[in-house]
């Protein structure tokens, strides 16, 4: 383990202090053993079930789509796309479009991985509570338990036209108590005679995104004690990586701080109004550099197409330069300010991020689902 002084988390307030912010940087390699809820543990029958209520399309309104459709492993369990298009379209990743007519926004917000989920939320010391893990870009809600209903409520994710918020997990539920093969697999799962329940479907659900865990990248061996793990130059981007201050807000063994911070990212034009973030403050959580090679585009609303894009990115906001005309350059987190980053430096730094990438998740997709429907939805 490394342990530096670094810089603190920002509140979320467009009006920054001119403080240094102090805090602890460390860095470490995941855990090879993973946390459940109390409430939730782990079983080879919850994962199974989860596995395929998360390819299963029965789930969204118009039955078109999965959690797959965007969580897909050919693309790291993310998505080639700056943002989202859930109901009423057609292709997986790049390819995917939306049908003719169509009234159904896009999702604002890229889709993060699925992997390593299960650690969301860890600190510096490796400690974390998985029933109060940080969850999307805005950090409104806790466990993978609550992440994942919240796609199903939502209307241009899953739930698309036809049923409300308020009762589409209602509707989903009731189709499942149809399916005979659901009752059973519930009932293995739970072992509860009324199985099939709103609260049981999070549940299976997150236990199968917990099984998606990728912790013997390079980087993890190497801080495990093998030196050989990672080139030289490799080594010299993580220095560099600790030295200009990218460390400040990704540190710990997931490589974030999973804090709010105000950047002033570019907008996504696609989107017919700029995102304002956790309390309309412009700040996003911080995501975690693990998998990078899975998740481009890059930001919370995928405005950055690569890692030089997104280091560039950086160099401007360090020299006070805007690159969002709602948040002026005195609205920038303070992290900023520690921000020491030159063009020659990139090229180490990109090279010691790539030791995170790990593609020794679950690969193998269902060859159907209990449903009869297409297997991750709509993407053929």
Known sequence: MILFSGCKDSNVKRKRSSERPTTIVRFAGLPETIKSPKDNP??????????LLFYDPILSGNKDVACATCHHPNTGYAEFLDISMGANAHGLGSKRRFNVPNDIP????????????AFN??????????????????????????????????????RGHGHSEEGILDVVVERLK?????????????????????????????????????????FDRYMR?????????????????????CANCHN????????????????????????????????????????LRFTAPYMHNGSLKNLQRVLEFYEDIANSKERNPHVPKEGFDPF??????????MSLIISFLNTLNDDSFDKEIPQSVPSGLPVGGNID
């Open 42 to 51: 782990a079983s080879p029958e919850k994962v199974e079930l989860g596995k």
């Open 106 to 117: 896009f999702v604002k917000r890229n889709a993060q991985t699925i992997i390593n989920t």
């Open 121 to 158: 939320g860890m600190d510096v010391f490796n400690s974390y509570t998985p029933e109060n893990a940080s969850m999307f870009w805005d950090d409104r809600v806790k466990s993978l338990e609550k992440q994942a209903l919240e796609p199903i409520k939502a209307l241009e994710e899953m």
């Open 178 to 218: 149809q399916i005979p093969e659901y009752q059973k697999l519930f009932g293995l799962a739970f072992e509860e005679s009324e199985a099939i329940s709103v609260e049981n479907l999070g549940k299976a659900i997150a236990a199968f995104e917990r099984s998606l865990v990728t912790n013997n990248s390079r």
């Open 225 to 245: 004690g093998d030196k050989e793990a990672i080139l030289i130059s490799e080594q010299e981007g993580f220095e560099l990586f600790q030295k200009v201050g």
């Open 252 to 291: 710990g063994p997931m490589f974030s701080d999973y804090k709010p911070h105000v950047l002033g990212v570019p907008e996504n034009r696609k989107l017919p109004a700029p995102d304002a973030g956790i309390g309309d403050s412009f700040a996003f959580r911080t995501p975690t550099l693990r998998n």
């Open 336 to 345: 900023v300010r520690e921000l020491k980053l030159s063009v020659k430096e």
